[in-house]
């Protein structure tokens, strides 16, 4: 099989004494790769990374999660922090939620920023302020 796809190099079809080789690969699927020529399976990306297609030939083709974070990839990513989040694909830093904002583990949007209790916005992912005296959120 070529590089991007697994399974048996060659299989005997028909006869034993007449012998036809057949190849019978598949492509690996998104989240797998395979950079070797011949059979075999695909392998698994690192935790929190991904292809962003099937057929992927390097172990570089994983790249980090939206929500996770590595120095290149490749690599085993981690997830952002309470109060970041990342929305892109790849290497790369998380965000810090605006002030008075916070987010969860892993978080991939601005929008995934909420307002700290007891605190307002016009919507999620801008800075909240303090609600009005007697107020409440």
Known sequence: CKPGYSGLDSIVVGNPFFFQASVACTVCPRGKYKSLLGGGACLTCPVGTSTISSGSVAL?????????????????????????YKATLGTGHCSVCPVNTSSAIGSSLLTDCKCFQEHTAASNGLACAVCWESTFK
Request: some cysteine; proline content about 0%.
């Open 60 to 84: 570089t083709d994983c790249m980090c999660m939206t929500g996770y974070t590595a120095i290149s990839d490749g690599e085993e990513c981690s997830a952002c922090a309470l109060g970041e």
